[in-house]
């Protein structure tokens, strides 16, 4: 498109939702592209990095990231969490066009909004209000979430620093658990997508350089996703199986695992249990879930007047989504991805999402290859993935396909020696 | 000593205790220690490692090393946990007995024992009981904690990479808070020592590179020590100023925190609480501590008809001790610790234990250096070490003094970018 024909003004960055180790990474590639793009041949004056997303907007508080420092830059890329701020304001129609209305005061014409399906819900809304209303703008949603689960992505970044996190916990716990046999339950991040839980397979044995006891020994050894109804006297079972052959069992477990009507497991116990604005019971910041299947555990595997078994329960809590040690596959893609969504407000469109494209698989001897390409907002918008059902093997494994999937992600993986 | 002086027969070594990150690195010291010294000489036949500590030594289960290839025992050394299995046995004099008879049965002469104070202890009484019942041994202790409480050490093997964890799980989780704000209470390990939830204050700005709103505000802003009694209500004042002033608060509580009477605050909380074998509560493994605190905080921090604060609490874990990338000091001095023991009975010692000195501060322009001495058995067992008043301030805070004693040990901390 002409540059004579794209909008004038100025652009807008927010951050929204969950913070992840790389969120920063794609404010960042946003910024950079818009400065080399945009901002270089004069049609965008300001770059206005909005304080708490949406709701800094509206209130006009920004960050001026114009001309911030290069080194500042890739400081703040390597940087985990929302260096903005971010909210968990999901903004309905009135909200929407406060929103328009402080870009129309502020002369924003480029919207550009990082997080999950939400924020690509968001960004849909203030399109359409604003070109209603006669603030005519651009709306790019740049993709962001360690749960994985946007629709039309090959994945998302943030879950490839998180699984990264999750894999190596389980590596590192595995062998705690076999020093100090006993039942070890971890449960990890996801709402209502088991990809996060599902990095947890990748501890298992992967460096063929050492003695190996047989694979499916290895940690963890019981998988349970929200996406598989949980039904707690099968889980004993399960447990009480593995225990009995090996002395120990560990486990890893979903936040967001279910009854079979949908029920959170977690959801019953968690007393003075928080409602966000979305109307969602909290999850994570709470260690109830482990604790519950801790107690039960406990109270099924004790042998007539014998002594409880050893059960132990971590939650891995806030951690997982910012340890700063991000997948360098997941830093670069976070990165691409803002200057990708930058490129498409250059190349004239009016809207939009960035979604990640594996050109190469990264298994069986190919390297890991991807490319970036824009998806239609309302594809995204307020929408789940799951984990497909070819990532799912029984009630409480994953499949190899899955591990073939995730484990090109995650960077290097330390090996360990066992006796 | 003459080599014709030294006890001929074979060595047993074993690891006791919670795991650490480093623990095989001391494993692996004392055998190449043993290799280069002792074996080369031809004194030592065997060197033997008990799986699961003296549990398995009495059993006669082993894991030859001898002839461990050095690839393997590098890696071995770079693996977390107790590669040999561990126990939380503490053999009381019978139990010591059927050790020396096990000991007598295999010619074992040389007896090496990685754990705490108890395993101190340990070999304390196998040391009696072996020379008065006419099976000469000698019996060396090397340190491990990560509670680093044992007397006699500047600090002890697996503390470093344990306080690494805590320093950079606290620093990324502080950068969370900012960006979603509210009251985040983290829970971290030491039953009776505060050292690694001191570790915590590391995560506060070190970085001078960048803009800074004032130290202070750095999380965590409150730090909760064992060796200072809890007072609930104050401890809500303390946050309840913090979060005004603020809108957030970001916290550390030792999983030992106990009031005034020493009645842990975690004991009276936990269900169905277990007791190991040396009459303690669990603490680890629960999210009970922290969910109770956050629990506490809402109902008190509520104002009248209006929503409770954002309270969320995390609970390390397992992952803290385990955590596959440890501080490089810390991995450095595991491993000679082990070497040292082995050098302590090639050259005739009967017994002992040994400590790290620090020769060199690692402060104000000295590079950090340490150095290994033997100490008596008896000055360490079954004692515990706690942060002296110099490292505490006040009632919810360390003091530089801790800062400038734990931040040579942990290795490069990253450096964070804030808006």
């Given amino acids: 498109m002409p540059l004579s024909q794209l909008l004038k003004g100025n652009v807008a960055i927010g951050q929204s939702g969950g913070p992840t180790a790389v969120i920063n990474q794609s404010l960042v590639g946003v910024v950079e592209g818009i400065r080399q793009g945009l901002h270089a041949v004069g049609v965008v004056d300001r770059i206005l990095g909005m304080k708490n997303g949406v709701r800094g907007l509206t209130k006009g508080e920004f960050h001026d990231l114009t001309d911030m420092h290069q080194d500042r830059l890739d400081r703040l890329g390597m940087t985990p969490s929302a260096g903005l701020g971010s909210t968990r304001d999901k903004p309905d129609t009135n909200y929407c066009q406060r929103i328009v209305d402080a870009c129309r005061t502020h002369n924003i ?4 909004y990082i997080g999950g399906n939400d924020s690509s819900d968001t960004c849909r809304i203030v399109n359409e209000i604003a070109n209603s209303s006669g603030h005519e703008m651009r709306c790019f949603h740049v993709p962001k ?3 994985n689960d946007l629709m039309e992505n090959d994945h998302t970044p943030g879950f490839p620093s998180a699984a990264r996190f999750v894999a190596m916990a389980c590596m590192a716990d595995f062998m ?3 020093s100090l046999p006993g039942i070890k339950i971890n449960v990890v991040m996801g709402r209502h997508a088991g990809f996060l839980t599902a990095a947890s397979a990748l501890a298992r044995r992967h460096d063929r350089f050492t003695s190996i006891e047989g694979e499916s020994t290895d940690g963890p050894q019981l998988i349970y996703l929200p996406e598989v109804a949980f039904d707690t006297d099968r889980f004993v079972a399960d447990v009480e199986a593995i225990y009995a052959k090996k002395g120990r069992c560990h486990i890893a477990v979903s936040e967001g695992i279910s009854d079979k009507d949908h029920n959170p497991i977690a ?3 968690i007393k003075g249990g928080q409602v966000d604005a979305h109307g969602n019971v909290q999850l994570s910041g709470s260690g109830a879930l482990g604790d ?12 007539a007047g014998g002594k409880p078994p050893r059960v132990r329960a971590d939650t891995f809590g806030y951690v997982q989504r910012c340890w700063p040690d991000p997948s360098p596959v997941d830093s670069v893609e976070a990165r691409r991805s803002g200057r990708f969504a930058a490129r498409l407000a250059l190349s004239g469109e009016r809207d939009g999402s960035v979604a990640i494209v594996r050109q190469s698989s990264g298994t069986n001897g190919m390297p890991y290859l991807s490319t970036y390409r824009r998806v239609e907002l309302s594809a995204i918008a307020a929408k789940t993935r799951h984990m497909p059902p070819e990532f799912i093997k029984g009630h409480n494994n994953v499949s190899q396909a899955f591990i073939d999937y995730c484990l090109p992600l995650v960077g290097d993986l330390p090996g360990f020696e066992r006796l």
Same sequence: chains 1, 2.
């Fill in 109 to 112: 014409r480029y919207f550009f």
């Fill in 145 to 147: 979430t360690v749960d």
């Fill in 176 to 178: 705690d658990n076999i």
């Fill in 267 to 269: 959801a019953k116990l």
């Fill in 292 to 303: 519950l299947l801790s107690d039960l555990l406990k109270e099924k595997l004790t042998p």
